[in-house]
Structure formats: structure tokens, C-alpha cells
């Protein structure tokens, strides 16, 4: 068994340092992608600024117990990081792939495919951890946020919990490109549905009761919550002990589906013999 394992680490870490390879390679394109999300987030803070009068809301404060709107949307958006790597690193994976006619040796490894969809989640986890840091840092000089630091430790706990749940998404739509090959019609459709529901850069108490009904069905709703809870105080009508169970229920139910889905296609792929298809 130890073997064993020790075997599908050493797949795993060799799948994250291709992708390193890879990426390094092109270097102008690696630095674009560092800034994309800083320039992604910094309109909506200007907005916010400007619809307010400032960064901070009395209406903000009254619905989530606090007010600084610039802090609250920062840490909405640096989910949508790992939202992203759900759904388009690990779900756009296996068509990179084949773009690179190098699909079916990946799949020939002597290894489960999953282990193979672990390699891409650990460098898109690298990744977008190295996109949120240099993020915060440049927001935090710009607009100096104001979070409480002994809320660091169990917040990390929670974006842990979260992306295994979300890992779990990822190797779902991962699968599903090989039966519909343009698999970002799909991760953009999720992405677009799960961002109106999960709230971002506005309080859950916002929504509609049957999206907020909806939201409570997605780990990043709980992520999102329980860290701008244990940062800047925000209240979240359930207690932490409740936020971290259904986070980790989520967490099983979304990887033990996408498991299941993965699994699927993939047989279902290798027996029809439209793997190579493109």
C-alpha cells in the first residue's frame, strides 16, 4: 500500500512540474497571467467607490456587520481564483492535452486517470495561490485592508476544505471534454451560474430566496462566508461549527460525484474509441 501511494505522489508531483515547465517557458504569457486578476478586481473596487462615496456602506455594514466594502469584495473575488482552477485549469486540462497530440500517452501512464487530474489541481493550486498572494499584496499597498490576522489560521483551514470540494468539480468537467471536446461551453456556464449565487462582492441577503437557497449548496458559499467571518467579522446567521460541517459534507459529496463521473466517462470513452477524437 505504501508503495502504492507513494507511487501516485510521485505521478502527482510529476504532472505539477510539467505544467511548471510549461508555463515558465513562455515567460510573457506567465506574467500576464499573474496580473490578469489584479486588473480583474480593481474596476469593481473603483465602482464601489464611486457608487458609495467612499469605501465604506452603512447598507453593507447593516446586512453583513461591516462596512469596509474595499476589504469585503477583495476577499469575495480572490475565490474567484479558485473557482477558476476548478473549472477551467483542471476542466481544461485534458484539452490541452490534446492540443498537444500527447492525450493518449498521458492516459497509457500506469496510473489511475485521477491521479493524473490530482497532478493539474496541485499546479493549479500553486498557481493560483501565487496569483491571490501577489493580488493581496499589491490591494493591501493600494487600499491598506483591514482584517483581523488571527483569523489567518483557520481561514486557511477553511480554503483547504473547500478545494478538495471544488477538486472534485474540477474533475468532472475535466471528463466531461472528452465527451463534448469544447469543454469550456461547459466551465463557462458554471462559472457564470455559480458566481451570480456565491456571494462575491454583495451579502447573500441580497439574492433572491431561491438562489440563496441554491448558494447553501456550494462549498464556495461556506468558504467565503466563514473567511470573511473570521477576518473582518461578517456575520453569516450560522455558526462556525455549522459553516465547517456542511463544508466538509459538500466536501464529500462533490468529490465522491466527480469520482464517479470521471470514472464513467472515462470507460465509457476508451470502449466507444473516441479518446483520440478532436
Same mark, same amino acid.
Given at each position: 500500500?505504501?508503495?502504492?501511494?507513494?507511487?501516485?505522489?510521485?505521478?502527482?508531483?510529476?504532472?505539477?512540474?510539467?505544467?511548471?515547465?510549461?508555463?515558465?517557458?513562455?515567460?510573457?504569457?506567465?506574467?500576464?497571467?499573474?496580473?490578469?486578476?489584479?486588473?480583474?478586481?480593481?474596476?469593481?473596487? @473603483?465602482?464601489? /467607490?464611486?457608487?458609495? #462615496?467612499?469605501?465604506? =456602506? !452603512?447598507? &453593507?455594514?447593516? $446586512?453583513?456587520?461591516?462596512?469596509?466594502?474595499?476589504?469585503?469584495?477583495?476577499?469575495?473575488?480572490?475565490?474567484?481564483?479558485?473557482?477558476?482552477?476548478?473549472?477551467?485549469?483542471?476542466?481544461?486540462?485534458?484539452?490541452?492535452?490534446?492540443?498537444?497530440?500527447?492525450?493518449?500517452?498521458?492516459?497509457?501512464?500506469?496510473?489511475?486517470?485521477?491521479?493524473?487530474?490530482?497532478?493539474?489541481?496541485?499546479?493549479?493550486?500553486?498557481?493560483?495561490?501565487?496569483?491571490?498572494?501577489?493580488?493581496?499584496?499589491?490591494?493591501?499597498?493600494?487600499?491598506?485592508?483591514?482584517?483581523?490576522?488571527?483569523?489567518?489560521?483557520?481561514?486557511?483551514?477553511?480554503?483547504?476544505?473547500?478545494?478538495?470540494?471544488?477538486?472534485?468539480?474540477?474533475?468532472?468537467?475535466?471528463? @466531461?471534454?472528452? /465527451?463534448?471536446?469544447? #469543454?469550456?461551453?461547459? =466551465? !463557462?456556464? &458554471?462559472?457564470? $451560474?455559480?458566481?451570480?449565487?456565491?456571494?462575491?462582492?454583495?451579502?447573500?441577503?441580497?439574492?433572491?430566496?431561491?438562489?440563496?437557497?441554491?448558494?447553501?449548496?456550494?462549498?464556495?458559499?461556506?468558504?467565503?462566508?466563514?473567511?470573511?467571518?473570521?477576518?473582518?467579522?461578517?456575520?453569516?446567521?450560522?455558526?462556525?461549527?455549522?459553516?465547517?460541517?456542511?463544508?466538509?459534507?459538500?466536501?464529500?459529496?462533490?468529490?465522491?460525484?466527480?469520482?464517479?463521473?470521471?470514472?464513467?466517462?472515462?470507460?465509457?470513452?476508451?470502449?466507444?474509441?473516441?479518446?483520440?477524437?478532436?
Amino acid at each position: 500500500m505504501y508503495k502504492k501511494i507513494n507511487h501516485y505522489l510521485r505521478a502527482i508531483w510529476a504532472e505539477n512540474i510539467k505544467e511548471w515547465k510549461i508555463e515558465l517557458t513562455y515567460k510573457a504569457d506567465f506574467v500576464r497571467g499573474m496580473i490578469d486578476p489584479l486588473v480583474y478586481v480593481l474596476p469593481y473596487l @473603483l465602482y464601489g /467607490i464611486a457608487l458609495v #462615496g467612499g469605501r465604506t =456602506s !452603512e447598507s &453593507l455594514e447593516k $446586512l453583513t456587520g461591516t462596512g469596509d466594502l474595499i476589504t469585503f469584495v477583495t476577499l469575495g473575488y480572490i475565490f474567484i481564483g479558485f473557482l477558476n482552477m476548478a473549472l477551467w485549469a483542471m476542466g481544461f486540462s485534458l484539452r490541452k492535452e490534446q492540443y498537444w497530440g500527447t492525450l493518449e500517452s498521458v492516459f497509457a501512464a500506469p496510473v489511475p486517470r485521477w491521479v493524473y487530474a490530482l497532478g493539474m489541481a496541485a499546479h493549479s493550486t500553486m498557481h493560483q495561490g501565487l496569483m491571490i498572494s501577489l493580488q493581496l499584496i499589491v490591494i493591501s499597498i493600494v487600499f491598506k485592508l483591514s482584517v483581523n490576522m488571527g483569523g489567518i489560521v483557520p481561514s486557511l483551514g477553511v480554503v483547504g476544505v473547500m478545494l478538495i470540494a471544488l477538486y472534485g468539480l474540477g474533475m468532472m468537467i475535466a471528463s @466531461l471534454t472528452l /465527451i463534448f471536446k469544447q #469543454g469550456w461551453l461547459i =466551465s !463557462e456556464a &458554471l462559472s457564470s $451560474l455559480i458566481m451570480i449565487i456565491t456571494p462575491i462582492a454583495y451579502p447573500l441577503a441580497v439574492l433572491p430566496v431561491f438562489m440563496q437557497k441554491a448558494a447553501m449548496a456550494l462549498p464556495t458559499t461556506y468558504g467565503i462566508l466563514t473567511v470573511r467571518h473570521f477576518l473582518i467579522g461578517e456575520k453569516m446567521g450560522f455558526s462556525v461549527g455549522t459553516s465547517f460541517l456542511r463544508l466538509a459534507i459538500l466536501c464529500v459529496l462533490w468529490v465522491v460525484f466527480g469520482l464517479i463521473v470521471f470514472a464513467f466517462i472515462d470507460k465509457r470513452t476508451r470502449r466507444s474509441g473516441t479518446l483520440a477524437h478532436y
